[in-house]
């Protein structure tokens, strides 16, 4: 691929990403009158925001302060400060400022008054365009150079080739790997790593839940509202919830998706306590068959003998498993 380094351009600022938070932070950082380049390597920034709330764009709810932290379920002192330097409240003001009228409808939750998410991500990015920034699209930040323990600039990929940067501050702002197609495809987690950052494992959050019952095929298409459901683990239930609820080819809705991380947390908790229980087995049966295979080379070794029992649907719990690590592994082995 054509590398272009002839003419170094400088910025005070590169975003990667321009997602609702990179087209903030470029729009705020411009205001306040640095250069700044936001790099966005889908086609046209915010998809994400085009497609939420089911192309409606739940904005925010405009509950308390105290029942936002709430729901919060950890780290919810991390995010406090946050929520006070920049409420609801001026979310909302924010937004009707800068042309997009809003409502609140039922449960305090803040759409724009258009119903079109659509209308929120382009009225976001007029924003941050006024403010002087510089949005670039189709362009993906593939390093971060660093000279002397600091920062120097970044890498970027174009249709045209590979350019470099010089910029003293690279703001990430990727998003996380849930929905390729929308650009969040973990770029963030492997330039991080890159430069020495810990990265916690990655999982699921927020998302629809696939249920063993039959019976879910044959409502999908089929959306409730003003229904309750409760996640029970281990005989206990150790959340409720009430309000929409839909059937896809998974469970989801809003009440699905806000028990979706305690549903994950168990199903790993019982991952790794079987695989576990299946190591024990495979340490105590598979060598004392290879033994006896030293012993008697000639003799034949059934199947029958290494068995694993009472391990339920362990086989496809651990394929899930499995395939919620394929991301972290993948970013390990390319920063290896």
Partial sequence: MLEIFSLVRHYD????????????AAGVAASAGRKVLLCERMEKPQRKVRIS???????TNMRSEAEFLKKIRRSAEFFAPA?????????????????????????????PASGK????????????????????????????????GRIAGATVQTPQGTERIAAPNVLLATGGASYPATGSSGDGYLLAHRLGHTIVEIRPSLTPL??????TDRLKGLALRNVAAKLVVDGETTQQEFGELEFTPFLSGPIVLRMSRRA???????????AQSVRGQLDGEIPATIRGRQENPDAKVDASEVQLTDLGDFGDLEAAKNKQDTALDTIKSKSA
């Fill in 83 to 111: 929520l006070r330097r920049f409420s609801n409240a001026e979310t909302v003001e924010f937004f009707r400022r800068i042309g997009v009228p809003l409502s609140v409808e039922r449960g305090k939750r803040v759409f």
């Fill in 13 to 24: 600022l590169i975003i990667a990403g321009g997602g609702a938070a990179g087209i903030m």
């Fill in 210 to 215: 696939v249920s063993g019952l039959p019976e």
């Fill in 264 to 274: 994950v947390d168990a199903l790993e908790e019982i991952c790794l306590l079987r």
């Fill in 117 to 148: 998410a659509w209308d929120v991500a382009e009225a976001h990015i007029d924003w941050c365009r006024r403010q002087g920034a510089e949005i670039a699209c189709l362009t993906r930040v593939r390093e971060i150079q660093t000279d002397g």
């Fill in 53 to 59: 709330g089911k192309g409606r764009c739940n904005l």
